[in-house]
């Protein structure tokens, strides 16, 4: 059948990321060999039409329009290696034939867009569907496929289009000429394509491509014509309408001003469980069924096979032939052509993965969706902010990519350095190519550990942080100013000044620490002053390792500490359970921020910080002996006390007598309690090492009321339930014997309590193997005896 047979202009109908549709595709166009080719998709874009033939993009790719005044007003038009759209765009670029796009126009999409949710960065309708585009009433290919007698869609469409083998003497047209009956029945059924809001937008898309598709045949003759659209749109464009008709149907439509770009994308994105209402199951599958030049069932289990080895599992030759085969059974039992991927799913779990479905996830998010990540060329239109971002990605070796990795900085190292600041600035812009993690293996200032992982949305982040400047840095500067001056609450400033010390921004340091300084002399309230002394103390703690000058964080600091001096005990009177638990943890968080601000040895240039600890101390012991102050706040202020050394052990056990005293409601005491020995900071090891403390407790636990014992339960469980589980035990131990219990049992002795006398020396050296071995001395019989000397301090 030639182009004429099957009927001009050629319309081929296609399903968007198909790979049986894009081969159809091509077949069809080396037939027909039309004079140019339409495709579905924004006609702004015919301008980048000619990028698609550069050496340096690699799809998987998208067009991305969005509006000039609202850049978070966008929308994506994906195209993957196997997309038919792409497959058009390739062959008229390869052939010289002019290409363009048909679909109604970005300036219309992106007003539909604001006018709807409101919500930018969505795939536009022009590229999705199954099969095609703005489907809508129901799936098309579902219908069609309850009609053949299969319960899945998926698996019909693999059969009749994807599985089919496009010999030499098959009609390249009768796929489309079936598909479009196909389409033409169900749109008579299910009606043209108004929407479930009512708002027929298809009806005006394609009253648009109508409009072009005779543009072109004037341009280019009747019969020159080959137009490549979602299969549900292939009816209406081969319908006559009258010109009138359609013009109406685009009169006064709404527009902004936009602009397009090529952006990469991923395989992950064009996953329907990526949220893509035009996606497919399995972007990863249909890339392999697509570029596989013979045996694709064998090829892909070799790839699962590839990965399964990778990860440590065993996999061997005879598995792979033993999956195929179980593959090829299962495809014949189940009447398909081919085995798809239902069934090599099925084999792989039975074979390579033993019935596992752990593996087989696996295999699932790397293979069968995948983390590829396209590639544009650098002479793709870009915001300056985008251009700037990419110079650095290339200077500094940091290459976006799909998959998810870890980062670990020296920032000690001048690259290093950079790259961090460049992730903390981008941060700041909302690109959140970065996420801050745990450092596993040092806790020093100068490490940083980061998450990355590139996400096709964060071009359009990108976009609407242009803005705020031309570069990161210009952009970032006036972003952290904009957003001290927008703060609503002093916490939020002070790790906005954190953040400009991470990101290296001394020019909008200014703006924050004055905004800073105002706030915090006009805030009165104890609990936001608490809040935000940390963070300032960190900024001042590690702003030295990138050589920050923070004398100005210093002064405000110790201005915000003092105040917290005077305002925090009368805040912590008359407190109810909630209020009072905050307020501990506030008490923390100064207690902590302050060892850091001022740790032995050590002052800060203004020689204030050794005052800071001091009045500190005094605020502590106000604190724990203040009887209106709420129970478990005085239990933690003598707490920190007896930790830093500030507090006699016999003070210590003499204010617990007093808290759990017969006279104390036992809700207030159980509150002293959680206060002192509770909050995860090493209460178990202070009960478990000090008998004495652990002899009041039992007993004011076994004196309270059976008729209180049920109200302070809840209180006691959390204290005790985060102890380690050794520590419990321990603990458990002790009291089924009673405290005080070891004394006169060996190695008990008269001491401090819950310490022996002496040194064990039969325990000591059982562990000096070990310490040997740690300390990189090994264990030979030679290996010691020098080392005995320094062990043996150790061990003591």
């Not at 081929?12 to 495709?39: N, Q």
């Not at 083998?165 to 598909?179: I, N, R, S, Y």
């Amino acid at each position: 059948m030639t182009g004429a047979e099957a009927g001009w202009p050629l319309l081929l109908g296609v399903r968007h990321h198909g790979p049986g549709s894009a081969r159809a595709v091509r077949a069809a166009l080396e037939a027909a060999r039309p004079r140019t080719v339409l495709i579905e998709g924004p006609p702004e874009a015919d301008a980048l039409i000619p990028l698609a033939a550069d050496e340096d993009m690699r799809p998987p790719v998208a067009l991305l329009a969005h509006a000039v005044d609202e850049p978070g007003r966008s929308a994506f038009w994906p195209f993957a290696e196997f997309s038919p759209e792409w497959v058009a765009l390739r062959w008229a670029l390869e052939h010289g034939v002019p290409a363009r796009f048909i679909d109604l126009p970005a300036t219309h999409t992106l007003a539909w867009e604001g006018e709807g949710e409101g919500e930018g960065g969505g795939e536009a309708p022009g590229v999705g569907g199954v099969p095609g585009g703005g489907v809508v009433r129901g799936d098309p290919v579902g219908v069609l496929a309850e009609v053949a007698g299969y319960d899945d869609a998926e698996r019909w469409w693999e059969d009749v289009v994807e599985h089919r083998g496009g010999g030499a003497d098959e009609d390249p047209f009768a796929p489309f000429v079936v598909l479009e009956e196909a389409m033409g029945a169900l749109r008579e059924a299910y009606g043209d394509g108004v929407g479930a809001d009512g708002s027929g937008r298809d009806l005006v898309r394609e009253a648009y491509m109508r409009v072009q598709v005779r543009a072109a045949q004037r341009e280019f003759g009747a019969d020159g014509v080959a137009v490549v659209c979602g299969a549900w749109h292939v009816p209406a464009l081969r319908r006559k309408a009258s010109v009138a008709a359609d013009r109406a149907l685009l009169r006064g439509l709404p527009k902004v001003k936009a602009d397009l770009t090529w952006v990469p994308w991923t395989h992950r994105r064009l996953a329907r469980a990526g949220g893509y209402g035009a996606g497919i199951d399995s972007p990863g599958w249909y890339a392999h069924l697509f570029g596989a030049p013979d045996r694709p069932v064998e090829r892909w289990l070799t790839k699962v096979a590839f990965l399964l080895r990778a990860e440590d599992r065993i996999v061997s030759p005879a598995h792979v032939i033993e999956a195929v085969r179980l593959a090829e059974t299962l495809a014949a039992l189940r009447g398909r052509p081919l085995p798809g991927l239902g069934e090599t799913t099925d084999a792989v779990r039975a074979v390579l993965c033993e019935g596992s479905d752990v593996p087989l996830a696996l295999v699932r998010d790397r293979l069968v969706v995948g983390d590829v990540l396209g590639e544009v060329p650098a002479g793709a239109p870009a915001v300056p902010l985008q251009r700037d971002l990419d110079r650095l990605q290339r200077r500094l070796r940091l290459k976006p990519e799909a998959a998810e990795r870890e980062l670990a900085l020296d920032l000690r190292k001048e690259n290093d350095a950079e790259r961090g600041r460049l992730l903390h600035r981008l941060r700041l812009l909302h690109v959140a190519w970065g996420e801050p993690a745990v450092s596993h293996g040092s806790t020093g200032t100068f490490r940083e550990t980061w998450r990355l992982r590139w996400e096709p949305e964060l071009s359009v982040r990108v976009a609407e942080a242009g803005v705020w400047g031309t570069t990161v840095l210009a952009a970032a500067t006036a972003k952290a100013e904009a957003d001290a001056v927008g703060a609503r609450g002093l916490a939020e400033v002070t790790a906005l000044a954190e953040r400009c010390l991470l990101a290296g921004l001394p020019d909008a340091l200014p703006t924050v620490m004055r905004v800073l300084a105002d706030r915090a002399a006009l805030d009165t309230d104890v609990g936001h002053l608490a809040q935000a002394l940390p963070a300032l103390v960190r900024s001042l703690r590690y702003g030295d390792v990138r050589g920050t000058d923070t004398r100005a964080l210093a002064e405000v600091a110790a201005g915000l500490a003092e105040r917290v001096f005077v305002g925090l005990p009368p805040a912590c009177a008359s407190l109810d359970a909630d209020a009072a638990d905050e307020m501990r943890r506030h008490v923390d968080a100064v207690h902590g921020a302050l060892g850091m601000l001022a740790e032995p040895g050590e002052s800060t240039e203004s020689g204030e910080s050794g005052g800071l600890a001091v009045r500190w101390r005094g605020v502590l012991r106000v604190l724990g002996g203040r009887d209106s102050v709420a129970g478990v706040v005085r239990g933690r202020a003598v707490r920190l006390l007896l930790d830093d050394g500030e507090l006699d052990p016999d003070e210590a056990a003499r204010l617990m007598g007093l808290a759990l005293s017969p006279g104390t409601p036992p809700s207030d005491a159980a509150a002293w309690i959680e206060g002192f020995v509770g909050g995860g900071s090493g209460g178990g090891l202070l009960l478990v090492h000090d008998e004495r403390l652990l002899g009041l407790v039992d007993g004011w636990l076994t004196a309270v009321p059976a008729t209180a014992f049920t109200d302070v339960l809840p209180l006691l469980r959390r204290t005790f339930s985060a102890y380690e589980p050794g520590v419990r035990r321990t603990l458990g131990e002790l009291v089924r014997r009673g405290p005080g219990e070891r004394k006169g049992r060996p190695g008990a002795g008269s001491g401090t309590p819950g310490f022996a006398a002496g040194l064990d020396v039969g325990r000591a050296d059982a562990v000096l193997p070990v310490v040997r071995l740690l300390l990189g001395q090994g264990m030979g019989p030679d290996a010691g005896d020098a080392g005995d000397d320094e062990l043996a301090g150790v061990g003591a």
